[in-house]
């Protein structure tokens, strides 16, 4: 049974360009979150998906979109990156009626 | 791959011994906390959870103590191996998402 899944692993791009982010939950999972991860921090939470619909959001700018497709993948969207943006970015994915999550492995973003 | 542990607490001991890590939460709604493992290059692994109507609880080799009157969390790991070195976060659900404690680093030494 595979566990969350992320792609790419690795991507560099360039300040003010654009990146999209993939994440296939784990298996009989419904809701998708979102974290940010800098070096040498804790995971912050960005948003939360469930029902194809954006259920919570943490305190990240409105550059950061995403979108939950009906077999409850999801997709992370940063627009006019900066170099701030650099980081790991984690998705993690819950079952139904369930608190605990399961973390996917990341996707190292570099902006340079 | 890269390392999540820099600039953060360093936890250093002996293989065998027993290793205590605390954390500090921050808000009273908090009703489910965890603990996870991060080693380098990968995402968060669950190593155990409490609520908060319960103020302790075990797992293999590890258990976590909660003290929701000064918001405390501990997570002890018996018979540390060299396998536990890793950062380890804490988290809070008060709300559907996590908020997570900024981590500690463990360091095995053999």
């Known amino acids: 049974d595979a566990g969350v899944t992320q792609s790419p692993t690795h991507l560099i791009k360039t300040r003010g360009q654009q990146v999209t982010l993939r994440c296939s939950p784990k298996?009989?999972?419904?809701?998708v979150s979102w974290y940010q991860q800098a070096l040498g921090q804790g995971p912050q939470f960005i948003f939360q998906?469930?029902?194809?619909?954006?259920?919570q959001r943490g305190n990240f700018p409105d550059r950061f979109s995403g979108h939950q497709f009906p077999n409850y993948s999801s997709e992370l969207n940063v627009n006019a990156l900066l170099l701030g943006d650099s980081a790991l970015y984690l998705c993690?994915?819950?079952?139904?009626?369930?608190?605990?999550?399961?973390f996917g492995s990341g996707t190292r973003l570099t902006v340079v | 791959g890269e390392s999540v542990g820099l600039h953060l607490p360093t936890l250093s001991v002996q293989e065998g011994d027993n290793s205590i890590i605390n954390c500090a939460y921050s808000?009273?709604?908090?009703?489910?906390f965890i603990w996870y493992k991060q080693e380098s290059g990968k995402g968060p692994q669950f190593i155990i959870d409490?609520?908060?109507?319960?103020d302790k609880r075990q797992g293999q080799r590890v258990t976590v103590l909660l003290n929701k009157t000064v918001k405390h969390l501990s997570l002890q790991i018996a018979a540390t191996q060299p396998g536990d070195s890793a950062v380890y976060f804490c988290?809070?659900?008060?709300?559907?998402?996590?908020?997570f404690g900024k981590g500690t680093k463990l360091s095995v030494k053999p």
């Open positions: 993690a994915s819950s079952p139904p009626g369930v608190d605990g999550y399961t």
């Open positions: 298996s009989g999972h419904d809701t």
């Open positions: 998906y469930y029902e194809e619909e954006e259920r």
């Open positions: 808000n009273s709604a908090s009703d489910y």
């Open positions: 409490i609520r908060s109507n319960m």
């Open positions: 988290a809070e659900n008060p709300w559907g998402n996590l908020i």
